[in-house]
T-cell receptor, first 116, second 115 residues
Framework: ETGVTQTPRHLVMGMTNKKSLKCEQH?????MYWYKQSAKKPLELMFV???????ENNSVPSRFSPECPNSSHLFLHLHTLQPEDSALYLC???????????????FGPGTRLTVL | SQQGEEDPQALSIQEGENATMNCSYK?????LQWYRQNSGRGLVHLIL?????REKHSGRLRVTLDTSKKSSSLLITASRAADTASYFC???????????????FGSGTRLQVQP
């Protein structure tokens, strides 16, 4: 256990559905991240929150909407997704700092998303 | 192209042999990190080496860093079947125009250790 939990672990949804992914960290960290991992592609950073402030939106389509209500929780709201959005979605956390976010990251187990 | 690129993409060895994976990067770094991922799971941090360090050990892991060549290597000695996983290096890159940095990951090396 890394101290980062993600729910659900598996999700199958149609293109017209609305669903949310949840991430929770119990490590006292201030930075949280969403990554997308597709087959045979590098890990793609989607969003970064540092002290609840979104510091990066890596050109992610608006059908993905993040929410960070506090430093321990991170959500990814999904709506009108496409089949190519099927992937493993990973949440991570780290010690947030004002100067940089390149400390050790702790990952959750991921949500395997399938869009039909 | 990626900030961190691992080489080789795939490696298959026998149990007991050593496994060496390499990572090259393009810009200056604060530190370089290695992570491991079992199939379909989250990444697990293995080791962090700072830009002013040249070598670091952790158990059966040995990491080297050559900032002049912008490269790092991860050596796993006396490999075991349980070491079968994907291994990623990660380096910091700038976040837009913020002046801050975050980690970016390479494509990974898929290691298969045959029992």
């Amino acid at each position: 256990e890394t101290g980062v939990t993600q729910t659900p672990r598996h999700l199958v949804m149609g293109m017209t559905n609305k669903k949310s992914l949840k991430c929770e960290q119990h490590l006292g960290h201030n930075a949280m991240y969403w990554y997308k991992q597709s087959a045979k592609k590098p890990l793609e950073l989607m969003f970064v929150y540092n002290f609840k402030e979104q510091t990066e939106n890596n050109s992610v389509p608006s059908r993905f909407s993040p929410e960070c209500p506090n430093s321990s929780h991170l959500f990814l709201h999904l709506h009108t997704l496409q089949p190519e959005d099927s992937a493993l979605y990973l949440c991570a956390s780290s010690q947030g700092t004002s100067g940089g976010l390149y400390n050790e990251q702790f990952f959750g187990p991921g949500t395997r998303l399938t869009v039909l | 192209s990626q900030q961190g690129e691992e080489d080789p993409q795939a490696l298959s060895i026998q149990e007991g042999e050593n496994a060496t994976m390499n990572c090259s990067y393009k810009t200056s770094i604060n530190n370089l990190q290695w992570y491991r991922q079992n199939s379909g799971r989250g990444l697990v941090h293995l080791i962090l080496i700072r830009s002013n360090e040249r070598e670091k050990h952790s158990g059966r892991l040995r990491v080297t860093l050559d900032t002049s060549k912008k490269s790092s290597s991860l050596l796993i000695t006396a490999s075991r079947a349980a070491d079968t996983a994907s291994y990623f290096c990660a380096t910091a890159r700038a976040i837009g125009d913020t002046g801050r940095r975050a980690l970016t990951f390479g494509s990974g090396t898929r290691l298969q250790v045959q029992p």
